[in-house]
C-alpha cells in the first residue's frame, strides 16, 4: 500500500500544473540538492518516490518539501507508482542524482507545445572531467535527436495524457524508461530541450567509464533478442564482478 506524507505548504496553490516524481533508494547524498534545484521554479507538486531507504532519504525528502510516497524497490514500479499519485497535467521523472537546468519548467512547456511532440527530455552533461565523459555526452546527444531515444537520467517529460495512453512506466528490472520512450514514439515525436540535466557520474566512477558502457550496450541486445527483463538484470550483476548493482538504463 502507498503512503503519503503531507505537503509543504502552497505548493498546491502554485500556477504550474507539473508534477515532478523522483524514485529514491538510498540517495541522502543527493536528494537534498536534487530537491533544491527541484524547488527554484513553482511546481505543482514533488513527489518521492522512495524504495524501503535505511537511509535518512525521507527525512530530507520531506524536510525539503517533497510529497513521499512508499512503493517496493524497482525504477519502473516506483515511478509509475508516483505517476498514478500525481495530479499535475504534466509529468516530470527526475533521478535523485541528477540536476535540472535553470528554468526547466519553461523549457519542458516549450519542447511539449511543439507541433506532434507527446513528449521529451533534456540534454545529458555528467559532473565528471575527462574525455571519456565528453565521448559520452556527444553519444547521448546524437542518440536522442536522431533516434528519438533519451534514456530516463535525462529527466524523461509528458503530458499525463501522453503518459497513460502509453501504458506508462514497465514494473521492470531494467529497460523501463527504452520501453516507456518507445511506446510514447507510437504517439507522436519525443523531442529534446537542448539545455542539459546535470547528473552524477558514480556509476561510471564505480564501474568504469567502458565497462559501463558495455554493460549498457549489451543489456540492449539482450533485450532485442527477448531475453527477459529479470534474466538481463542476472547478467548485469554478473559482469559487474560481485559489486553492487549496477543502475539500470
Known amino acids: 500500500m502507498l503512503t503519503v506524507s503531507a505537503k509543504k505548504p502552497g505548493i498546491r496553490d502554485r500556477t504550474s500544473s507539473l508534477s515532478v516524481i523522483i524514485p529514491a533508494r538510498d540517495e541522502q547524498d543527493y536528494i537534498g540538492s536534487t530537491l533544491d534545484r527541484v524547488f527554484t521554479r513553482p511546481v505543482h507538486e514533488v513527489i518521492v518516490v522512495d524504495g524501503h531507504s535505511s537511509d535518512q532519504t525521507v527525512q530530507i525528502a520531506r524536510s525539503h518539501g517533497a510529497s513521499v510516497i512508499s512503493a517496493p524497490p524497482g525504477r519502473g514500479g516506483q515511478q509509475h507508482a508516483g505517476a498514478s499519485a500525481a495530479t499535475g497535467d504534466t509529468l516530470l521523472f527526475l533521478h535523485a542524482d541528477t540536476l535540472l537546468p535553470k528554468r526547466y519548467d519553461r523549457l519542458l512547456a516549450r519542447v511539449l507545445a511543439r507541433e506532434g511532440v507527446v513528449g521529451g527530455a533534456f540534454g545529458l552533461k555528467i559532473d565528471e572531467a575527462g574525455k571519456s565523459y565528453r565521448f559520452i555526452e556527444r553519444a547521448v546527444d546524437w542518440r536522442s535527436h536522431l533516434w528519438q531515444m533519451p534514456y530516463g537520467d535525462q529527466g524523461l517529460f509528458m503530458t499525463a495524457d501522453a503518459y497513460h495512453r502509453a ?53 540492449l541486445a539482450a533485450f532485442h533478442l527477448g531475453a527477459s527483463p529479470a534474466r538481463i538484470q542476472g547478467w548485469r550483476n554478473k559482469l559487474s564482478s560481485g559489486r553492487a548493482p549496477v543502475s539500470t538504463l
Not at 180 to 193: D, E, F, T, Y
Not at 202 to 217: A, F, P, S
Open 167 to 219: 501504458g506508462g512506466f514497465p514494473d521492470s528490472p531494467v529497460m523501463e524508461d527504452y520501453t516507456l520512450v518507445r511506446r510514447l514514439r507510437r504517439l507522436g515525436r519525443v523531442a529534446i530541450s537542448p539545455a542539459p540535466v546535470l547528473t552524477s557520474a558514480r556509476r561510471w566512477r564505480h564501474y568504469g567509464v567502458w565497462r559501463m558502457t558495455l554493460i549498457n550496450q549489451l543489456t
